[in-house]
């Protein structure tokens, strides 16, 4: 099907126009926004300035010095409704997600559902921010843990979720009292500016809502910078590639700032002879194609067992082979853009270096769309390769999967885990002690490792995240609220004696 370009730049402005953002903030900017989907201009945005940026900043110190002391349930309010305003609008901002990233639309309106998730999970949570209460060694005296609001988070977010990870940060930090400042990819602020406009629609709603309480920088890495360097910001939660977590993490060290990397992954996946193939099949395909590859939790590495290599292998060239590549708003399409020139170059040089290893490719190949001829649009590459090579143990942001040997679970666990990334991993056997060793402490070093299902697709409820290159931070559900809290112990002593802990005397004269 030919794309028209006219028709996505009206489409565009519709769909902002009805998510509340104003036009002039996407006609009047400098900033060039690119659809993957044609590879044409549909928006010009206004970038914030530095001065701008400095008092937003300022501002959400000051709405964060006033909304520690509501009540969390009240915050949870606010949250819930922001989730209402995303249910209302899911095949709207849903639909601008595809058309900004090249998703499916099934995969647009899935990031929108994962914000509205998490709008429910974090507006539960309000009423649950509890402490513990500790037993003390002294008579008459009670220990407890108490959480308070930390101040500024600071979000700076990735092109490929350009909505879902700034809510996983900002529904738990805005119960837990505190403020976000929001500095999305400068390849998709169309996303953040509506999504901007759907919280200040909730918070007119809810009423008594602090001004600047959750702000946007648009703009480019000095922005994300300035969040990184502000002594204003007690925490930044970052992602993007291993290289910018490189930089990002030292500039916070050094100033005692807290930090949530979500960095690189290079995520495997192995195939015990005992597997359901069928299933396996399933979940492969989507964990390595989905988002054209273009997930930090995308399948990149294969490890199947030698008896059942050849079968698998070919039932997937087949898949690869047919697979449809093309517009994402098509119902026929399964594979969409990669997002711009630099990601398919990427991918080439990729794949060539595989070929210099002795590597067999199957596909790789640009797709040409009619109407779309500035796009970049490939098919999925499947590449056989010996050994875990250099090219391999790298990532590259593009639907490539490595395909290895393996004859024993030993070795097929120790090539899961010698690389530098740890995010996401998983294991396809109907044999319960694989599975269990797998999810051992001696099995995947990653922070997410599945059964029968893929590498992708993780669920609001469990924390995110992985270890090693991955950066080691968690976001969403889970305990990881606690991250955006400061914890304090106290002991309370309700009697009229004041012994010391261990034992200790020390006596005065009175």
């Not at 709603?205 to 959750?214: I, M, Q, T």
């Not at 970052?238 to 100033?255: D, H, N, Y």
């Not at 490539?400 to 885990?417: D, F, S, T, W």
Request: contains cysteine; aromatic residues 6%.
């Amino acid at each position: 099907m030919a794309t028209d370009t006219t028709a996505l730049d009206h489409e565009v402005r519709e769909l902002l126009a009805r998510l509340g953002v104003h036009e002039s903030r996407y006609t009047e900017g400098e900033l060039v926004v690119r659809s993957p989907i044609t590879g044409q201009v549909i928006a010009h945005v206004a970038k914030t300035t530095e001065s701008a940026a400095r008092e937003s900043i300022a501002a959400a110190r000051r709405a964060f010095l006033e909304w520690r002391s509501v009540p969390a349930p009240r915050r949870g309010e606010l949250v819930r409704v922001l989730g209402e305003e995303l249910r209302a609008e899911i095949s709207t901002l849903g639909r601008l997600v595809t058309i900004e990233t090249g998703k499916l639309l099934s995969e647009g309106f899935g990031e929108v559902q994962e914000m509205i998730d998490i709008c429910v999970f974090a507006a539960g949570l309000s009423r649950q921010l509890a402490g513990l209460t500790i037993a003390s060694e002294r008579a008459h005296h009670r220990m407890m843990e108490t959480w308070h609001p930390l101040g500024v988070v600071g979000v700076i977010s990735a092109f490929n979720f350009p909505v879902a990870v700034w809510s996983w940060n900002a529904a738990l930090a805005l119960v837990c009292g505190n403020a976000v400042v929001w500095k999305p990819s400068e390849k998709t602020p169309l996303t953040a500016l509506a999504t901007q406009a759907l919280f200040e629609r909730a918070a007119v709603k809810v009423g008594n809502v602090p001004a600047g309480l959750s702000a946007l920088l648009v703009g480019d890495v000095q922005l994300g910078e300035m969040l990184v360097d502000s002594a204003q910001v007690p925490l930044v939660s970052a992602t993007g590639s291993t290289a910018m977590g490189r930089a990002v993490g030292p500039r916070l060290a050094k100033r005692f700032a807290r930090s949530i990397l979500e960095l690189g992954g290079n995520n495997a996946a192995i195939v015990c002879p005992s597997a359901d193939l069928d299933l396996a099949l399933r979940g492969i395909a989507f964990s390595a194609m989905g988002t054209a590859g273009q997930r930090c939790t995308s399948l990149r590495r294969l490890i199947v067992h030698e008896t059942i290599y050849d079968d698998l292998v070919a039932r997937l060239k087949r898949v690869y082979l047919s697979v449809g590549v093309g517009d994402p708003r098509d119902s026929g399409t399964l594979v969409g853009p990669l997002i711009d020139a630099r990601s398919f170059t990427g991918m080439q040089a990729s794949l060539e270096e595989a070929r210099g290893a002795g590597a067999t490719v199957t596909g790789g190949e640009r797709v040409v769309v009619e109407g779309a001829e500035d796009a970049f649009y490939v098919r999925p590459a499947l590449v056989e390769i010996a050994e875990q090579v250099g090219v391999v143990k790298r990532e590259t942001f593009a639907p490539i999967l490595y395909v290895l040997k393996y004859r024993e679970l030993e070795e097929a666990i120790g090539l899961q885990n010698d690389v530098p990334q740890g995010l996401s991993s998983s294991i396809f056997t109907l044999n319960v002690r694989e599975a269990e060793r797998f999810l051992s402490a001696t099995g995947s070093d990653c922070g997410i490792a599945n059964v029968n299902i893929g590498t992708s697709g993780a669920e609001i409820g469990g924390a995110f995240g992985g270890e090693k290159e991955t950066g080691g931070g968690r976001e969403s559900g889970s305990d990881a609220w606690k991250q955006y809290m400061r914890r304090a112990t106290n002991t309370i002593n309700y009697g009229t004696d004041l012994p010391l802990a261990q034992g200790v005397s020390f006596e005065i004269d009175q």
